[in-house]
């Protein structure tokens, strides 16, 4: 359709695995028009990281890689690189996580681009920056390992359950690329835009980072539980855990009235919430042995009704089942490939589905057809 918020938007991507096709999706479902550039033979590497497949294909390549078209080019001969340059010259957007000096020495880097296509925003990820961090690999686990997040996760030195740095700097990544589109839009000037998975996840680290940038405290792990507010981690109730986020005195009183411990709102020791992060074990003792009363769907029941945040610990499937219980859509069906459905709402220009994450090569003959016009 011609109506969406980024119709009207070409973007060579030349980016593959998860930070930049994360990005460059969400801005194909706004309405951009994507060409995936990949290589011959094999293309994206998560095309092969499997299993599980869905109809032959990786899942991991499905989940970041629809409304895109897919063309096939060796950057090594001098045919393919030379419709490689005839799409940089017509783009409105460029996106690339080679690592730092590759797409120089192809001669498709950000100087010889902004020759080719003075308007040209030109976005580069990379895991630790072009400068000293150039030669260090840019994988989310090595990230989140030298970045803190592993610090400060579970019980110390563990990973998150997804490559969540990838996803942080992909939206960042995005977010860059519409702010240099907007600039270019009010002058013609087309910019260069840089992010990196470590100073995503600096940033993405919030109150924890801040704890350290601005008073000078280290944060450590502390598993399920949140270094600044009591009560709010993982209990165990009578058939399996459920987490409780009570996140002011108010939240508090009425969470020990529905547990049936008016006893524990009037205990001096626990009536702020400095006091209850100060006397966090006997507090969680307390509250532990009252939930182990019922179950955690008996517990969600009345905390929520009650106004006390609080949820099972769900595993994925029950998750999109509670999405799609609350009306939030969370999947849908792209030419018969089950997708997640992007999670933003726009009331005059949504998201569209329009094609389903492509065969390698699909899109050759199409790709080329436009570059002659």
Known sequence: MSDRALSGVLIADFSRVLAGPYATMLLADLGAEVVKVERPGGGDDTRSWGPPYADGEATYFLSVNRN???????????????????LVSRADVLVEN??????????LGWERARELNPGLVYCSITGFGA????????????????????SVTGDGATKTGVALVDVITGLHASLGV?????HRDRTG???????SL????????????SAYVAAGAVPQAMGNRHPSIVPYEVFETADRPMVIAAGNDRQFRVLCRVLERPDLADDPRFATNAGRVAAREPLVEALTRSLARRTADEW?????EAGVPCGPINDIAAAFDLAAELGLDPAVRVDGVGQVANPIRLGATPPAYRLAPPPLGRDDAWVREILER
């Open 300 to 304: 969600f029941t009345a905390l929520t």
């Open 98 to 107: 080679f690592r730092p000096g590759t797409m120089d020495r192809l001669g």
């Open 178 to 182: 519409l702010a240099a589109l907007r």
């Open 131 to 150: 400068d000293k961090g150039a030669g260090l690999p840019g994988y989310d686990l090595i990230a989140q390992a030298v970045g803190g997040l592993m």
């Open 68 to 86: 895109k078209r897919s063309i096939a080019l060796d950057l090594q001969d001098p045919d393919d690189l030379e419709v490689a340059r005839a």
């Open 198 to 209: 470590l100073s995503s996840l600096l940033s993405a680290l919030v109150n924890q980072a």
């Open 189 to 195: 000037e087309g910019q260069r835009v840089e992010v």
